[in-house]
């Protein structure tokens, strides 16, 4: 499904269950070794998404620990993204010649849990929302812009290694499937007036959001 709103030069892997027993390398093993037993599914199964999109890109398999702030430490000369909500799992990886980052999320297409769109967003993005829910009501708007600021995070760490937290960052929202984010912390990244630039896609139960930053726009050599 996800492929549906990336660039072709990404590799794509997703799956809707965990029913497939997936390995994990010791190194991961001792990441999740107090985790619940759901946990440490999801958490092999995306790995386990992510090593086919490398061999895709003709990469052998290899261990996916954590780096800062817990992002995924991906092969030299790679970026990548993974995401899990319930009944989903995928992995997005590109050559860093394609692309300078990546970020996808998905969340199930149904409205924020009470209370948490105030802490997620800005006063004008909720004035927006209003807007676009009354226009088009079959879609949970609070919840897709939520994914969308997950996906910019992700884009937004491996460029700076800085924290951004949700309200750091102005997202709008163009209901023909795309959104851009301003970020507005001081010395973020160049990337042109619109910011970070994504797409998005409601299908069979989900939001999904993807943002990409292409070497030339984010300064990266």
Avoid at 35 to 57: I, M, N, Q, Y
Wanted: with cysteine; proline share 8%; glycine share 10%.
């Amino acid at each position: 499904m996800i492929e549906k709103i990336l660039p072709p030069d990404v590799r794509v892997a997703e799956v809707f269950d965990d029913d497939q027993p997936a390995p994990l390398f010791p190194e991961e093993e001792a990441l999740v070794t107090h985790s619940t037993d759901k946990r440490r599914r999801e958490f092999a199964t995306v790995r386990a998404c992510a090593r086919r999109a490398l061999g895709e890109l003709g990469l052998p398999p290899v261990a996916l620990t954590r780096g800062r702030n817990g992002a995924p430490r991906w092969p030299s000369g790679v970026v990548g993204s993974m995401t899990h909500c319930r009944g989903y799992r995928a992995a997005v990886v590109a050559r860093t010649g394609a692309l300078a980052s990546i970020g996808i999320d998905a969340e199930p297409a149904r409205p924020l849990p009470h209370g948490v769109l105030g802490m997620v967003t800005r006063q004008d993005e909720r004035a927006t929302l209003s807007r676009l829910e009354e226009d088009m009501p079959g879609i949970h708007w609070d919840r897709l812009i939520f994914s969308a600021k997950e996906a910019v995070y992700k884009a937004w760490f491996p460029l700076t290694e800085r924290w951004l937290g949700f309200t750091d960052a102005v997202v709008e929202i163009d209901p023909g499937g795309a959104f851009t984010a301003r970020v507005l912390l001081p010395d973020s990244p160049a990337l042109g007036r619109d910011g970070f630039r994504g797409s998005w896609l409601a299908c069979d139960g989900f939001l999904l959001t993807a943002v990409t930053v292409d070497p030339v726009r984010s300064g990266a050599k």
